[in-house]
């Protein structure tokens, strides 16, 4: 007759079954929270006059479509001033939060220019940004409007001295025959308070166009005229009738003075002469690959351009 084994009695405590659902859900838990503190950027606040549409925890940060962060909090400032939001950063984008860094938010909007921001109107407001080129960073104001170009170094910055704005907007249109050349970066008042200063750029392509002895003339608006021989209605085109627009021509002359340089200052005149659209200088118009030299920012206290 065979003798059965003796059986080995374990001395390590049993573990109930009943316990490895907790744990295997803690260490799932604990390795989400270490990836959430791994791929956490800084946090930052910017501060905004108004805050509608910004809901913590919903609205995000986007930067070239992506998302980057979301907004933790919003609060009101001490003095009822504005709000001020508080963003979390994602890590691969902590490199926004830098001095020079420009803060946004998107809203639907509906002009001549385009639809922008229809989107939101099913996802909610969402804060846009700039990259800055400063020093680190944690605190920013918010800005009100996207700025009107994307790439502010390129082509060449003019300033124009205008006795009014008039219906002046950033974004507004630079024209050379009709064709968009460039645009209307930013206003201000003169250091003075005599003038308006007027900032526009002019893209890469067309930046020879503009001579030392050009002429600038607002080109929004509608113009009526009623004389002995009719009527005349001049309108430049329908993005300037209701944003301003900026439009120029250079003399013919030979040889032609040299092409103005970057920060030049021109007097921007109400009204065209009509023998300006008769000027038809022959200007050779650099390729879109060939950039200009590199510019310095434009500044308001340039020398005027002779008119």
């Known amino acids: 007759m065979t003798v059965p084994p003796t059986p080995r ?25 270490f990836r959430e ?22 609205t995000t940060l986007i930067y070239l ?44 909007e509906i002009g001549l220019s385009g639809v922008r921001g229809l989107e939101t109107l099913l996802t909610g407001a969402r804060i846009n940004s700039r990259p800055g080129k400063g020093e680190p960073a944690t605190h920013f104001k918010g800005i009100e409007k996207a700025p009107s170009i994307e790439n502010v170094e390129e082509g ?6 205008a006795d009014r704005l ?10 050379y025959r009709e064709v968009k050349v460039g645009v209307v970066e930013t206003s201000k008042l003169s250091n003075d308070g005599a003038s ?11 930046v020879n166009l503009v001579r030392t002895n050009t002429r600038f003339w607002n080109a929004g608006g509608v113009s009526f005229k009623m004389s002995l021989l009719g009527a005349e209605l001049k309108s430049t085109s329908l993005e300037s009738l ?3 627009g900026v439009a120029f021509a250079t003399p013919d002359s030979s040889p032609l003075p040299p092409a103005a340089e970057d920060g030049a200052t ?24 060939v950039a200009p030299e590199p510019s310095q920012p434009a500044g308001p206290l340039a020398p005027l351009a002779k008119p």
Not at 24 to 29: D, N, T
Not at 37 to 58: A, H, S, V
Not at 196 to 206: E, G, M, S
């Open 266 to 289: 021109f007097i921007l005149h109400q009204e065209m002469e009509k023998d300006w659209l008769k000027w038809r200088p022959r200007i050779e118009i650099s390729p879109p690959d």
């Open 196 to 206: 308006v200063l007027i900032r526009i750029r002019v893209k890469t392509p067309f």
């Open 65 to 108: 479509g992506v998302s980057v962060g979301t907004v933790t909090s919003v609060d009101l400032k001490e003095d009822l001033s504005g709000v001020i939001a508080t963003l979390r950063l994602d890590k691969n984008a902590e490199g926004l939060a830098r001095e020079g860094a420009q803060f946004w938010i998107v809203r639907p």
């Open 166 to 175: 008039g219906s002046m907007s950033p974004g507004a249109p630079v024209l």
């Open 242 to 244: 209701f944003s301003g």
């Open 9 to 33: 009695v374990s001395r390590m405590p049993a573990l109930p079954l009943v316990w490895i659902v907790p744990i295997v859900a803690l260490a799932v838990g604990g390795w989400m929270v």
């Open 37 to 58: 503190f791994q791929n956490r950027g800084p946090e930052i606040t910017i501060e905004f006059d108004e805050g509608k549409g910004i809901e913590p925890r919903k």
């Open 156 to 161: 060449r910055a003019f300033v124009l001295q």
